[in-house]
């Protein structure tokens, strides 16, 4: 069965930095393009990064642009976010996804709140 | 950027009763048009992909349809179960993939 587990989300300062883990288990991570959405409280659902499978391939929302930076590791069967400059409106639940014809993998997410 | 508008934000359905919630994109995405519900608490969950086609354990009475710039997603008879907020998303050709901002089921 496949199974993706976010980590890593936690309270951090305005201006501070943060990596995000997703494990994927269950299936050939390697074959999969993967997906970062996230969404704030209250909010809808924001797309925010995709990898292509071999990790060449990398692209961003205009919100994020410059500050995260998406990677992965296949032999590790992980997916990664690190997330620098990090500023009040990026506090969400940060979700990882395998991205298919849409996305039809989700993890349960991770609470990052960015505050002073 | 392509923009998809949902309407309504919010529908008042009776259970037994049919939904019909609308998306619409602000150019054309051909077929590739997805459906997510999620429920409090939870993360979204797959249900309709290429504009039509269930994901799997969907139930038949979730469908789509629509092509280019409108889209629709119908529950023919909404169950107890079905109550939640419905996202559509574009994933055509190449990132950045947009979500529409939501369509809440709700109870009548």
């Known amino acids: 069965q496949e199974h993706l587990v976010e980590s890593g989300g936690t309270l951090v300062k305005p201006g501070g930095a943060l990596r995000l883990s997703c494990a994927a288990s269950?299936?050939?991570?390697?074959?999969?393009?993967m997906s970062w959405i996230r969404q704030a409280p209250g909010k809808g659902l924001e797309w925010i990064a995709y990898?292509?499978?071999?990790?060449?391939?990398?692209k961003y929302a205009d919100s994020v642009k410059g500050r995260f930076t998406v990677s992965r590791d296949n032999a590790q069967n992980s997916l990664f976010l690190q997330m620098n400059s990090l500023r009040v409106d990026d506090t969400a639940t940060y979700f990882c996804?395998?991205?298919?014809?849409?996305?039809?993998?989700w993890g349960k997410g991770t609470t990052v709140i960015v505050s002073s | 950027e392509i923009r998809m508008t949902q309407s309504p934000a919010t529908l008042s359905v009776s259970p037994g009763e049919s939904a019909t919630l609308s998306c619409r994109a602000s150019?054309?995405?051909?077929?590739?048009l997805a459906w997510y519900q999620q429920k409090p608490g939870q993360s979204p969950r797959l249900m309709i992909y290429?504009?039509?086609a269930r994901a799997s354990g969907v139930p038949v009475r979730f469908s789509g349809s629509g092509s280019g710039t409108e889209f629709t997603l119908t529950i023919s008879s909404v169950q107890s179960e079905d109550f939640a907020v419905y996202y559509c998303?574009?994933?055509?050709?190449?990132?950045?993939?947009?979500f529409g901002q939501g369509t809440k089921v709700e109870v009548k």
């Open positions: 269950g299936f050939r991570f390697s074959d999969f393009y």
């Open positions: 290429g504009v039509s």
């Open positions: 996804a395998r991205d298919t014809v849409g996305m039809d993998v």
């Open positions: 150019e054309s995405v051909a077929n590739n």
């Open positions: 998303q574009q994933y055509n050709n190449r990132p950045p993939w947009t």
């Open positions: 990898i292509s499978s071999g990790g060449t391939s990398v």
